[in-house]
C-alpha cells in the first residue's frame, strides 16, 4: 500500500509548486537568489497595505525563501532535519500572523487556508490541517485529498471515506487514487467487500499512478484472502489474478512477475489459514509459469515444511531439506524459506524442552534444520542463538571446523548476555578442537599461525567454561607448539612463537613447563650458534647469551657456558669463568679444559685475585710446580703464606722463584786464610828497612835480602795458588810494593866515609850492579802489577806511584773479546714477553710487578728474553743481582753498562773497559 504520507507530499509538492510557479519572474530563475531579492521582497511586504496586494506578495516571499533556503542547503550541505523544521515552523508562523491581518480585509483566503492546511499536514499538525481544510470556500480534489489523508491520520475513518469519495467523484486523474484510499479506508473498518471493490476500481481507472495501481494489485489479496470461500482455488480464479495485471502494468515481463508474486502470496495466505488444499492448488497454477525446478522448490518448501511440521511427519520434513540446495540464496528473495526453516529448527528445538532424552530421529532433524539454515543463509548475522546451538551439536560431533565457520559469522552486538557467553565459550573449545585435529594431521603453515593466535594472541586458555582449568588448556597448546618445534626445528617462525611464549609465560606457578620451554629454546639457539660461520667472539657471546636465558641446571646451559669460554680470549670471559666455577664446581676440576683455559685468561690478563680464587680450591691436587705457581700468585698478593708454600717445596724451581723474589746481595769475598800472615809479614818486614850505618851492611843487607827472598817466594807460591781474584791482584800489589821498598832501601844505602871523589865514583860504579838488578826486580814487579792486577778484579781499586794502571793490550782485548761473545742479536722479543714486561712496568705494585717479571723469566726461551726480563727487574728494583744478570744473559745491553760503569769507577780499567763498551754500542747503534 502507498503510505498516504507519500500521497499527501507528492500532492503538497505539486501544490507549492503552483504557488510559487504564480509569479513567472520567479518561475524562470535557474540561479541562486541573492539575499538582496529577499531583502526586497520582505520591504515590499512591509510597505504594501492593499491586502489582496499583500496576499499575493505572501505567496510570493513563501517562494523566495524556500528557493534560499534550497540553495544554501545544496552549497552549504545543511541537511540537518531540526533545522528544516526550524524553517517550516518560521514559513508557518508567519503566514499565521499574515492571516491574522488580512482576516478583516474580507478577502478570500482560500489560497492562504490551502497553504496553511498543507504545511501543517506536512508537519503532521493533522489537526491544524483539517481546521484550514475545511475554511476553504471551494474546496478542490486535491484539497479534498489531503483533508483525507489528515483524517485518516487522526483514525477518523468515516469523515476521511467521504473526503476520498468527494475526490473519487469529482477528479478522473486523482480517481485511482482515490479509490486506493477508499479501499483502505474500509480494511481499516474491517469492510473487507467494499475494500476490495475499490481495489478493483483502483485498477480500472486509467493507466495514470502506476504505482498506486501496482500497490493496489498487491493490497487487494488481504480481502481477497478474507473473503474466499471457496473449497477450490480454480483456474477461473487464476485468470482473474493474471488478467487484472493487464490493468497494473503494459509490460509483459512486469506483469509475469506480479502475477507469480500474487499467486506466491495466495500460496503463503491460504496455509496461513489452514487452507491447505488452496494452497495446493495455487501452487499448481505457480508450477505452469515457473521453468526452473529449483525455483518451484524454493516456492513450495515453505509451504510444506510448515504443513508436514505441524503434521509430524518427521519423515517428510527431512526429505524437503535435504532436496533443497546447498548453496547460499538471497535471502531478500526467500525470506518465506529462510523463516520457514528457523521455525523448524525451533520447533525440533521444543522437544529437548519436553523430554530429557530427544529421540535420535529428531536430534537429525534439529542438526538437519541448522544445516540447511546456514547452508543457505551463511551471514545471517541475527540468529545467533541458533549459531550456537548447532555449533554444540557441531562440536560433539568433532566437526571443529564447521563449528568455527558457523560462530565465525555471529552478529557482535548480541544483547543476550547468556548466548554471547555461551558462543564464546564454545568457540574456543572448538578452537581447541580444530587445533587438536590440526596437530594429528601434516602440519601446515596455517595450523602454525592457527595455533599462534588461540595461544598468544587471543589466550583462549583464559576463556570461562572450557571444561578443564586455564592451566591445563595452557599447557595442551604449549604441547602443540613444542611437538610442532621437534618436527620442525628449524622454523623461525615456530622459534618466535615460542620466544613471545617465553617473555610473556603467564603461569608462574607453572615452573616445570617454563622451564621445558626455555630448554627447548636453548637447545634450539645452541643449534644455530653451532653451525654458525660468525667469527668465534660472536659465537661466544651467543652461546653466553643462550645460557643466560636457560636453566643453569641444564645441559644446555653448562655447554653453552663452556663455549662461550673456550672461544674467546677476550676479558669478559673471565666473569664467564667465575659463574662457570660456582654453578658447576665439579667439572672445574685442575686437568679440565675449562679449569686450564680459565687460568691461562686470568693470567694473561694477570688478575692475580681470580687466578687464586681457581687455584685455590684445588690445592690439595697440585704437583709440586703448581704448588710454587699458587705460593707465586699468593705472595704477588701479599700473603705471608705464599712464601712458605714455595720454601716448603725445595725444588729447583721454587728456590729458582725465591732467588729472584729474594735477589741475594753480591757474595763478600772471602779472604784467604793465609793473606793476613802474609800481609803482616810484609808490613813486619817493611817495617825492618831502617837505615843503617855502613858498618852494618855487611850483616843487615844479606839478612834483608834472605827476608824479602822469602816473603817475595811465599807471594808467588799464594798467587800460584789462584786465590780469589782481588787476592790475586792484592798479592801482585804487595810483590811491586815490597819490591820497591827493598829496591828504594838498597839504593839509599850509606857509602863509606873518607873516600876522594875518585874513590866515591869507583865505589858507586862498583856497587851499581846491585842497585840495578834491584830496580829491574821493581820494574818487573811493578810492570806485572800495572798490567795484569787492575784487570784480575774490578774490586781492586788501589793504586799508587809504583803500580799505576797500565793493562796490556792483550789482556784488553780479552776482556773485550769475552764480552763480544757474550753479545746477543737485537731480535725484537717475543709478544707474550713484551706483554709481561710491559705489564710490569706499568705496574705500581712491587709484588705484582715481581710476579709479573717472575713468569716472565719463567716463559723466556732464551738469553736475550731472559736479559730484558733481568733489565726491567733492575729498573723497578735497583739492585745489583738484577743488574748483573741482565749483562750476564746480555752484554750489550747498554742500561745495564752504564750501571756497571757506575761501580767500577774506582777501578781505572775497568772503567776505561766499560767506557769502551759503552763507546763501541753507541756506535753500532
Known sequence: MLEPRKILLLILVTIAGCFVCSESALAQIRFRIPQSTLDAAERQLAQEMDPYRRLQLMIRWIGIVEELEREDEAEFGREDFQWILESKRKILDRLEEERNKLLRAGLNLD???????????????????????????????????????????????????????KVFESSKEWRSVAAYKLAWTALRQSRYGRALDFFNRSLQEGDSHLQIKEQAFRDRLIPYLELFEKPVFSAQDAKEWKDLTRRVSPNAEKRADLYQEALKELINGFTAKGKISQAQNAFFFLSQEIEDSLEILLVSAPTWIRVYRAALDHGAVVRILRSLPSRPLDAAKTLTLQAEIFNTAVFYEGFGQQDEEIPEEI???????????????????????????????LFERDMARECLEILGNRSSDDSEEEVRAAAISLEARCELKFLDQLYAETHQAFFYERLAKALLEDKIYHTPNLGASPERVFERLTRMLVGSLQQRTGSRELRGYLIQLIRNFPFPEMEKLFEELQTLS?????????????????????????????????????????????LT????????????????TPDFGLGTEIFAHCAALAEHYLDLERELQYWHPLEKELNSDQRVRLGMIEMALGKAEGQKRIEAEASELSKSVLRVWNPPNPPEIQTPREWPRLEQEARSWTQGLRKISFDQISDRVSAQIQGYERLD?????????????????????????????????????????GLTEEELIAYREGTEPVRQSWREKREARTRDCSEIAFSLSPDFTQESDFCRESTSLPILRSHLNRWRNRLRPRQALSRPIQILLSQATREEDSNRSKYILTRALQASENDRQRA?????????IDHPFYWQQSLAHDGGLLEALQWQKEQYKANPFFLRLYEMKIRRLREQN
Open 569 to 584: 680470549e677476550s676479558r669478559d670471559a673471565l666473569e664467564h669463568c667465575d659463574a662457570f666455577q660456582n654453578i658447576y
Open 713 to 753: 817466594s811465599r807471594l808467588k807460591d799464594f798467587f800460584d795458588a789462584s786465590p780469589e781474584p782481588l787476592y790475586q791482584a792484592k798479592t801482585l800489589y804487595l810483590r811491586a810494593e815490597i819490591a820497591d821498598r827493598m829496591s828504594t832501601w838498597i839504593s839509599e844505602l850509606p857509602e863509606p866515609d
Open 522 to 566: 636453548a637447545e634450539l639457539r645452541f643449534q644455530d650458534v653451532s653451525r654458525s660461520k660468525a667469527l668465534p667472539a660472536a659465537r661466544a657471546k651467543a652461546f653466553f647469551q643462550i645460557f643466560q636465558d636457560a636453566n643453569p641446571n641444564t645441559e644446555v646451559a653448562k655447554v653453552s657456558l663452556k663455549n662461550s669460554i673456550l
Open 868 to 876: 730484558a726480563t733481568y733489565l726491567v727487574f733492575a729498573r723497578k
Open 111 to 165: 489560497p492562504l487556508h490551502r497553504e496553511l492546511g498543507f504545511r501543517h499536514a506536512e508537519l503532521r499538525q493533522h489537526e491544524e490541517g483539517v481546521k484550514y481544510f475545511r475554511l476553504l470556500t471551494e474546496p478542490t480534489p486535491d484539497d479534498f485529498m489531503a483533508l483525507g489523508d489528515s483524517l485518516f491520520a487522526l483514525e477518523k475513518l468515516e469523515e476521511a471515506n467521504e473526503a476520498y469519495l
Open 363 to 393: 536430534t537429525e532433524i534439529l542438526f538437519l534444520s541448522y544445516q540447511k539454515y546456514f547452508q543457505l543463509y551463511p551471514l545471517d548475522e541475527g540468529v545467533n542463538p541458533l549459531r550456537v546451538n548447532f555449533s554444540q551439536m
